[in-house]
């Protein structure tokens, strides 16, 4: 017998309205149907309500073009793009901005630690140009240039006849050759042909030892870029071979900048638990130490900071503090407790910097001084010394300068000696730097100190 028709097995199922008494095929037919109405649907009501963003560069538009059409002085789409992208990330806190052409080659100095020159620190109050001594491995240094050599001339000019602008335009211009005339300590003449490239420009201005028989060196931060952990180490290891004991950090008047490293020193002296905490807005990242890279632990240490360490710098002497590695001593800090992100905009040759994350301290304190849930502005100083504004101005002239390296020491002790002039720069000392010094001899503040 020819086997029966195949019928489906009876099924249990949930009733839906408008599928009773249908049959596979309509049913079907009737789904694929209603999808289609629905994404017709879908598709009609977007183009009655546009995208949001849209709707934003629409307006955006609208008025570009009303300036273009109707504006007195006249202005370019170039410099209504910059004004749009100033106006829009300063907008939206103290710290975000927007870097145009120029300005962001001033950024990328900063935080890259390179700069074009011919890398010469001169004395500063000369009528005519003088060297102090060259930045090791810059054109200067390969080229000969020694401490006391006068800049005469640049490229046949008389360097009297230059406007000051113009020397250093010369001495900056990037891959162009000069040709330098001048004057020796001993009185003879020399040309000298430099041509100006990417040189370091130290975040490390100084490092001394202040006092060979304790062992007391001092080493100044000015700010954080990508160079300074490189500089930081050979700093702290000549500083050792010179026989350092004990350590003055002196993060005075540094703003901050890259924040990998100020990390980077921190795990010097800290080689467990947290450095640091920075919270977005997806979360939050623990920057955790590494105990190989702890150096330095143990060594006695103090940091002087002050109203203008800030974000960091604040990193950093926030780790040093709340592990307990170092005492600080100044004033409270500035207070700011964000982290900003450099992004490069290579359309209009520019930079975003942009405010993605806040910070903790390792103990948890938030420091930024705009935001009501912070334990307070800044970081408070375990031992209080202020200075006048007379000290605080020698402080940032001494700060600003460099410390030349090792290597011309005692050729600028032998012109000092010989001029009887003080051409090396060393730290005021102010009442910040005795107090650091007397915690290190174990001087408690505002004691006398007596002699058996």
Request: net charge negative.
């Amino acid at each position: 017998m020819p086997p029966e028709p195949h019928t489906p097995p009876p099924q249990t199922t949930a009733h839906r309205p408008g599928w009773s008494g249908r049959s596979g095929l309509e049913a079907l037919a009737a789904f694929a149907l209603g999808v289609l109405v629905t994404l017709i649907g879908v598709e009609f009501a977007s183009r009655l309500r546009p995208d949001p963003a849209e709707a934003d560069l629409a307006v955006l538009r609208e008025v570009r073009d009303l300036i273009d059409r109707e504006y007195v002085h006249g202005t370019g789409s170039e410099h209504l793009i910059d004004a749009a992208l100033h106006g829009m990330l300063e907008d939206l806190d103290d710290y975000s901005r927007f870097y145009d052409r120029e300005q962001s080659a001033r950024l990328e100095r900063e935080t890259s630690g390179v700069y074009a020159g011919v890398g010469m620190a001169f004395v500063p109050g000369r009528s005519l140009a003088q060297v102090l001594f060259a930045l090791p491995g810059s054109p200067a240094d390969r080229g000969g240039m020694q401490p006391g050599d006068t800049l005469l001339q640049l490229n046949g000019e008389s360097l009297s006849d230059l406007p000051q602008e113009e020397a250093r335009r010369l001495l900056s211009d990037d891959g162009v050759e000069l040709t330098l005339g001048l004057r020796r300590l001993d009185g003879s003449l020399h040309n000298v042909r430099l041509t100006p490239e990417a040189v370091d420009n130290p975040s490390l201005r100084h490092a001394h030892l202040l006092d060979e028989a304790s062992g007391t060196a001092y080493l100044a931060l000015t700010s954080f870029s990508r160079r300074t952990p490189a500089e930081f180490d050979a700093a702290m290891a000549e500083l050792s071979e010179l026989g350092m004991q004990r350590l003055v950090l002196d993060l005075r008047g540094n703003l901050g900048g890259v924040l990998d490293a100020a990390l980077h020193v921190a795990n010097r002296f800290i080689d467990e638990g947290e450095l640091l905490i920075t919270e977005t807005r997806f979360g939050s990242d623990h920057h955790v130490a590494r105990p190989d890279a702890a150096r330095h632990k143990g060594l006695p240490l103090v940091v002087l900071v002050d109203r203008d360490s800030a974000s960091s710098s604040e990193v950093l002497a926030g780790a040093l503090q709340d592990h307990r590695v170092g005492v600080l001593v100044g004033e409270r800090t500035y207070g700011k407790g964000t982290v900003q992100t450099l992004r490069r905009v290579s359309a209009v040759e520019g930079i975003v910097k942009l405010t993605t994350s806040l910070f903790r301290t390792p103990s948890g304190r938030l420091i930024e001084r705009s935001l009501d849930g912070a334990w307070d502005a800044g970081l408070h100083v375990d031992v209080e010394a202020v200075l006048d504004d007379e000290a605080h101005t020698e402080l940032r002239r001494f700060l600003a300068r460099y410390s030349p390296p090792l290597e011309d020491h005692p050729a600028i002790r032998a012109w000092e000696q010989e001029s009887g002039e003080s051409l090396m720069p060393e730290p005021p000392m102010d009442g910040q730097l005795r107090t650091a010094l007397d915690l290190l001899d174990g001087i408690r503040p505002g004691a006398v100190a007596t002699a058996d």
